[in-house]
């Protein structure tokens, strides 16, 4: 579905990401790792062109290297960004609804994302800037959702939340799965990520230090002491 060959970032004279080839296959989750300043926030906006970057990106099977972002989100990649990056002077549906500006449908989506969210559904009328921080990364998450996409990128879903709600994240992140949504996922958190990913990248200084088996990533004693903190 995603096929990204020889990805560079560079801000200036800064390289963010080193060349990094990678892919996402229907019905997968894949989780890129790493720690702050990996460069795996701009691994995202460089496959949305939301800076500007160089090599291929393949979205099922179209070469979309060059097209610009509205184009990438028309054709299905959608961005959860990290800090969730919603209207805080919008409703609840306010904000849903602004998910729909370029694909998807609130009429058809919503029943969808207030299933998973049942929250959402009785602060409908509230501000959003009024919700809790788990309430508004939820509101984020399904945002990105009633844009009906074809592949989901989320990045950083769990940064700062209470564990309780990072395990209600994630638990929505299985259900995504079950549903057949592919998931770009970039996260810290990478036993929690692990658990529910198919394959894993780890970066490190903008390269791929290690990639593998999600499930063999977790048992490798190597690769739990080097990258993984345990």
């Known amino acids: 579905m995603l096929e990204v060959q020889n990805l560079e970032v560079n801000y200036g004279p800064i390289k ?5 080839s990678f892919s996402v296959s229907k019905g997968e989750i894949v989780t890129i790792l790493g720690s ?3 460069g795996k926030t701009s691994t995202l906006f460089g496959i949305l ?3 500007k970057s160089k090599g291929k990106v393949l979205f099922n099977g ?4 060059n097209k610009n972002t509205v184009y990438m989100v028309k054709k299905g990649i959608v ?3 990290e800090n969730r990056r919603i209207f805080p002077g919008l409703t609840v549906e306010e904000n849903l609804k602004m998910g729909t500006y370029l ?3 609130y009429q058809k989506n919503s029943k969808y994302v207030y299933d998973l969210f049942p929250i959402l559904k009785e602060r409908g009328k509230q501000k959003a800037g009024s919700l809790s921080g788990g309430e508004q990364q939820m509101l984020a998450l399904g945002r990105a959702l009633i844009a009906s996409p074809d592949l989901l990128m989320l990045d950083e879903p769990s940064l700062g939340l209470a564990p ?8 929505v992140l299985k259900i995504l799965k079950e549903d057949g949504i592919p ?3 970039v996260e810290q958190n990478a036993i929690k990520s692990l658990k529910i990913s198919d394959r894993a990248y780890v970066l490190e200084n903008g390269k791929i230090a290690y990639s593998g088996n999600a499930s063999e990533m977790l048992k490798d004693e190597k690769v739990k002491k080097a990258y993984l903190g345990m």
């Open 16 to 20: 963010a990401v080193k060349g990094i």
């Open 79 to 81: 961005l959860c960004p």
């Open 49 to 51: 062109n939301i800076v």
């Open 183 to 185: 998931i770009l996922l």
């Open 62 to 65: 179209e070469d979309v290297s």
């Open 164 to 171: 309780i709600i990072i395990d209600e994240i994630f638990g």
């Open 36 to 38: 702050n300043g990996a």
């Open 103 to 105: 694909r998807g449908n």
